[in-house]
């Protein structure tokens, strides 16, 4: 069966390492921070001006003066620091952040993804993103395989604007875990009980599977 929105996040939050500092996008990705497995030190990190990100908080328990960059109320670690956004915009053009998590509405077979326009619709700008994508070491993108349209979001090229090109290495939707190397989506992993048949007709790009694929294992 396909994964929901948390176990993406889950699935993702396999692919963080100790030592870490890591910036999670807008969305699906937001929700890693409740996945970090255990004794594992791993340094959030917010354009809008903190490290030491912690899990969302309880309810009840909301402080409206500690949000993320998607101004979702958060919380924080000990040790945790705020300071203003050109020392945190400094702390990713200069290649400080291990890990990016992004949402997205296209990623191409060659790693460009488009995830902040959509023609005719009024949008605030395309925000951190632009940044992180040119100066992560390494980004993973968490999104729905096809959109509401049943249509994949996995293609050959995007259809639309682009905010970076050449810079997703990996893709986990709910149904499929993907690399993306030599211009092509490798299939990892599929989520249980889907079948390789399916994740091949919703994946409009070039789509590589070499030998048996395993399932997801949480």
């Known amino acids: 069966m396909a994964l929901d929105k948390f176990q993406i996040a889950q699935r993702i939050a396999r692919e963080l390492q100790d030592g870490f500092y890591v910036n999670l996008g807008i969305g699906i990705?937001?929700?890693?921070?409740?996945?970090?497995?255990?004794?594992?030190e791993v340094v959030l990190q917010s354009e809008n001006g903190l490290l030491g990100m912690g899990p969302f908080p309880e309810e009840g328990k909301e402080d409206a003066d500690l949000i993320n960059a998607g101004k979702q109320t958060i919380t924080t670690l000990p040790g945790s620091a705020f300071f203003d956004s050109a020392m945190s915009f400094g702390m990713i053009r200069s290649g400080k952040i291990n890990l990016t998590?992004?949402?997205?509405?296209?990623v191409s077979q060659d790693g460009d993804i488009a995830n902040w326009k959509i023609p005719g619709k009024m949008v605030k700008g395309m925000g951190g993103a632009m940044d992180l994508?040119?100066?992560?070491?390494?980004?993973?993108?968490a999104m729905m395989h096809t959109n509401p349209k049943g249509e994949s979001k996995l293609l050959p090229e995007c259809s639309l604007p682009l905010t970076g090109k050449?810079?997703?290495k990996?893709?986990?939707?709910?149904?499929?875990?993907?690399?993306?190397?030599?211009?092509?989506?490798?299939?990892?992993?599929?989520?249980?009980?889907?079948s390789v048949e399916e994740i091949k007709e919703k994946t409009a790009?070039?789509?590589t599977v070499e030998g048996q694929i395993p399932e997801m294992i949480f």
Do not use: Q, W
């Not at 998590?101 to 296209?106: K, T």
């Not at 990996?170 to 989506?185: M, N, R, S, W, Y």
């Open 101 to 106: 998590v992004l949402g997205a509405m296209e």
């Open 166 to 168: 050449r810079c997703v």
């Open 133 to 141: 994508v040119a100066s992560a070491k390494n980004i993973i993108v």
């Open 29 to 40: 990705p937001t929700l890693v921070a409740n996945y970090i497995p255990e004794g594992m």
């Open 205 to 207: 790009g070039k789509l």
């Open 170 to 194: 990996k893709i986990v939707t709910e149904l499929a875990v993907l690399e993306i190397k030599d211009g092509a989506f490798h299939l990892l992993e599929r989520a249980p009980g889907v």
